[in-house]
């Protein structure tokens, strides 16, 4: 239970710092959210950006973590193999999306980061579930009954 507090400890600092570097858009971004995008106003404010990749977050953790306490441990891992995938396919998206779209461009460096650090912070999360292996609580029981006094 302790490493997933520091997971979600983790994930909840480096949604924060994905939406300050998200709400640092340029102004040329925030001129063209406030006139035609408008849809995207929560990303002018880090904190409800902060808000909305943390919940995000926390939300496939505990999905992951569910798996892996009530499914077998092989459907388990291949759920957090699969949802791996896909953060590596929205990474690679962002990235291509940023680096070819004219509006996306003139956002600024630091808007990208904000979502090239949010998808590694799924990645991240997914990671922890793939290779983390919980320790018994207690060893097992030895048979006292075979062996000679």
């Known amino acids: 239970?302790?490493?997933?507090?520091?997971?979600?400890?983790?994930?909840?600092?480096?949604?924060?710092?994905?939406?300050?570097?998200?709400?640092?858009?340029?102004?040329?971004?925030?001129?063209?959210?406030?006139?035609?995008?408008?849809?995207?106003?929560?990303?002018?404010?880090?904190?409800?950006?902060?808000?909305?990749m943390a919940i995000i977050q926390v939300l496939l953790t505990l999905i992951q973590q569910y798996m892996g306490q009530k499914q077998p441990a092989n459907k388990a891992k291949m759920f957090s193999a699969i949802l791996l995938v896909v953060a590596i396919a929205g990474l690679y998206g962002?990235?291509?999306?940023?680096?070819?779209?004219?509006?996306?461009?003139?956002l600024k460096e630091k808007f990208h980061l904000g979502f090239y650090l949010?998808?590694?912070?799924?990645?991240?999360?997914n990671l922890y579930f793939l290779f983390y292996r919980p320790k018994d609580e207690l060893p097992p029981l030895q048979d006292l009954s075979s062996k000679q006094l």
């Open 1 to 52: 239970m302790k490493n997933y507090k520091i997971l979600i400890c983790l994930q909840l600092v480096l949604s924060i710092i994905s939406g300050v570097l998200v709400s640092k858009m340029s102004f040329l971004g925030r001129l063209g959210i406030n006139i035609v995008y408008k849809e995207y106003t929560l990303f002018k404010t880090w904190w409800k950006t902060a808000i909305v």
């Open 94 to 106: 962002t990235y291509n999306d940023f680096t070819t779209t004219f509006s996306h461009k003139i």
């Open 118 to 125: 949010f998808w590694l912070t799924w990645i991240i999360g």
